[in-house]
């Protein structure tokens, strides 16, 4: 591409990552093509909306579709750059390792639109070693010489929902170049808008990094779930310990909870284990921690309902973390599946729109237990008071160590501090 001409970028995936970068590149002075295989995402973008929430894309976007610089489509377009932003989820194998068919599936659509001169990134998180031995030989199989004529390259965003469009532009960015010329050219492309420092490395170097900044915090919050375990056992006040641990200037143990969600904590160890299973131990082990977390609610659930049948739980949250309206893998999904097998489940969560979810009022009404289970900031000033006069027994069970006292209000909270303390109720 000549410089001084405006650059052309085709986003293949218009998802909570894919959507966001064509935004950016496209408020930036791009030509920007967005594709999705959903017709809906396509004809609401296309109109100036979008159907994810996140602070500021919406507008963002619409200002960018007014502008003409940005428009989708269910087809690529010739393009001097490609992004691949496409689900990795796991297969159902034994390992659960990266299941690779949406990202060869993008890679092979854009394969009749690609020109000699391109750079193709994929921004999709991906098992260490697959940009070098699953990607590269599809274009090289077309005709393409990696590195000369067609440059490649693994980009993984490092962004928190929430606050993507200020992470995508001022967080480092790692680029992973199947050649030095291939991360040259990716660099590039993200010079565009990124103001934070771009690190260029190799390509197995970039999915292996980024794989382990998920899996460094998964192993990290499972470390935090099991000292819960431990302390019911031992009836020790959990949050009290984890308080005091933390007064030491280089100790940081986070806050257990019901489970790790996403796409990525919930997602990207399993990638490892799978690519050395008999040496990602611990990774492993801190994996099998956090999904046993939604069995380990349930039957604090049970313990303290004392196993009463026809009881209603309302549960206020669903997504796997505050503030968004993300539900992929969240660990409170398995925990509601489970309860409606003994209980009446109602949920509240108002960043989810779900034609079985119901209002606050519903939810709480005859309720015998409030279940938190994300920690949304609209939890936090509710009126306790009034919901405890109308619920059947007046019980909450904070999962996300959120909500303080309320023992004048005539509301129980149990959370993993006094959870021990209910142990008599059995």
Same mark, same amino acid.
């Given at each position: 591409?000549?410089?001084?001409?405006?650059?052309?970028?085709?986003?293949?995936?218009?998802?909570?990552?894919?959507?966001?970068?064509?935004?950016?590149?496209?408020?930036?002075?791009?030509?920007?093509?967005?594709?999705?295989?959903?017709?809906?995402?396509?004809?609401?973008?296309?109109?100036?909306?979008?159907?994810?929430?996140?602070?500021?894309?919406?507008?963002?976007?619409?200002?960018?579709?007014?502008?003409?610089?940005? /428009?989708?489509?269910?087809?690529?377009?010739?393009?001097?750059?490609?992004?691949?932003?496409?689900?990795?989820?796991?297969?159902?194998?034994?390992?659960?390792?990266?299941?690779?068919?949406?990202? !060869?599936?993008?890679?092979?659509?854009?394969?009749?639109?690609?020109?000699?001169?391109?750079?193709?990134?994929?921004?999709?998180?991906?098992?260490?070693?697959?940009?070098? %031995?699953?990607? =590269?030989?599809?274009?090289?199989?077309?005709?393409?010489?990696?590195?000369?004529?067609?440059?490649?390259?693994?980009?993984?965003?490092?962004?928190?929902?929430?606050?993507?469009?200020?992470?995508?532009?001022?967080?480092?960015?790692?680029?992973?170049?199947?050649?030095?010329?291939?991360?040259?050219?990716?660099?590039?492309?993200? =010079?565009?808008?990124?103001?934070?420092?771009?690190?260029?490395?190799? +390509?197995?170097?970039?999915?292996?990094?980024?794989?382990?900044?998920?899996?460094?915090?998964?192993?990290?919050?499972?470390?935090?779930?099991?000292?819960? /375990?431990?302390?019911?056992? !031992? %009836?020790?006040?959990?949050?009290?310990?984890?308080?005091? +641990?933390?007064?030491?200037?280089?100790?940081?143990?986070?806050?257990?909870?019901? *489970?790790?969600?996403?796409?990525?904590?919930?997602?990207?160890?399993?990638?490892?284990?799978?690519?050395?299973?008999?040496?990602?131990?611990?990774?492993?082990? +801190?994996?099998?921690?956090?999904?046993?977390?939604? %069995?380990?609610?349930?039957?604090?659930?049970?313990?303290?309902?004392?196993?009463?049948?026809? +009881?209603?739980?309302?549960?206020? *949250?669903?997504?796997?973390?505050?503030?968004?309206?993300?539900?992929?893998?969240?660990?409170?999904?398995?925990?509601?599946?489970?309860?409606?097998?003994?209980?009446?489940?109602?949920?509240? %969560?108002?960043?989810?729109?779900?034609?079985?979810?119901?209002?606050?009022?519903?939810?709480?009404?005859?309720?015998?237990?409030?279940? !938190?289970?994300?920690?949304?900031?609209?939890?936090?000033? !509710?009126?306790? =008071?009034?919901?405890?006069?109308?619920?059947?027994?007046?019980?909450?069970?904070?999962?996300?160590?959120?909500?303080?006292?309320?023992?004048?209000?005539?509301?129980?909270?149990?959370?993993?501090?006094?959870?021990?303390?209910?142990?008599?109720?059995?």
């Amino acid at each position: 591409m000549e410089m001084g001409l405006i650059m052309k970028i085709c986003v293949i995936g218009l998802g909570y990552i894919g959507m966001p970068t064509a935004v950016m590149f496209a408020s930036h002075g791009c030509n920007v093509i967005g594709v999705d295989v959903s017709e809906h995402v396509v004809q609401s973008l296309n109109i100036g909306k979008i159907v994810i929430e996140e602070p500021g894309l919406e507008e963002l976007a619409k200002r960018c579709v007014e502008d003409g610089t940005l /428009k989708a489509s269910l087809l690529p377009e010739v393009a001097d750059a490609f992004i691949i932003a496409v689900p990795t989820p796991n297969k159902d194998d034994e390992y659960k390792s990266c299941d690779l068919k949406y990202v !060869l599936q993008a890679v092979r659509s854009i394969l009749p639109y690609v020109r000699k001169g391109n750079t193709i990134i994929i921004e999709s998180t991906i098992a260490p070693r697959t940009t070098n %031995d699953e990607v =590269k030989p599809v274009f090289e199989e077309a005709g393409f010489t990696i590195g000369k004529d067609l440059y490649l390259a693994h980009c993984p965003e490092r962004v928190l929902p929430g606050k993507i469009l200020y992470e995508l532009e001022n967080n480092n960015r790692i680029i992973g170049g199947i050649t030095n010329e291939c991360s040259k050219h990716a660099e590039e492309v993200y =010079k565009v808008f990124v103001k934070g420092e771009l690190l260029l490395t190799e +390509a197995k170097v970039a999915e292996l990094s980024k794989c382990m900044e998920n899996t460094f915090r998964d192993v990290n919050i499972s470390l935090a779930n099991e000292l819960a /375990k431990i302390c019911y056992e !031992l %009836d020790i006040n959990c949050l009290d310990v984890i308080a005091l +641990a933390n007064k030491h200037p280089r100790v940081n143990i986070h806050q257990p909870g019901p *489970g790790v969600g996403g796409h990525c904590l919930a997602i990207d160890p399993y990638f490892i284990c799978a690519k050395a299973p008999q040496t990602a131990k611990l990774i492993s082990l +801190a994996r099998s921690i956090n999904k046993s977390m939604p %069995d380990f609610v349930v039957d604090k659930v049970k313990m303290i309902l004392k196993d009463q049948d026809e +009881a209603k739980i309302a549960v206020f *949250g669903v997504t796997y973390k505050g503030n968004i309206d993300d539900i992929r893998e969240s660990p409170a999904i398995e925990i509601v599946t489970m309860l409606e097998e003994s209980y009446k489940v109602a949920v509240y %969560d108002p960043h989810v729109k779900n034609p079985n979810y119901v209002s606050l009022l519903e939810a709480v009404t005859d309720a015998d237990m409030i279940l !938190l289970l994300a920690d949304h900031n609209e939890f936090k000033n !509710l009126d306790y =008071k009034q919901i405890a006069k109308v619920m059947k027994q007046p019980i909450l069970f904070d999962t996300k160590n959120m909500i303080s006292t309320q023992e004048e209000y005539g509301l129980e909270i149990i959370n993993y501090g006094n959870l021990y303390q209910h142990k008599n109720t059995q």
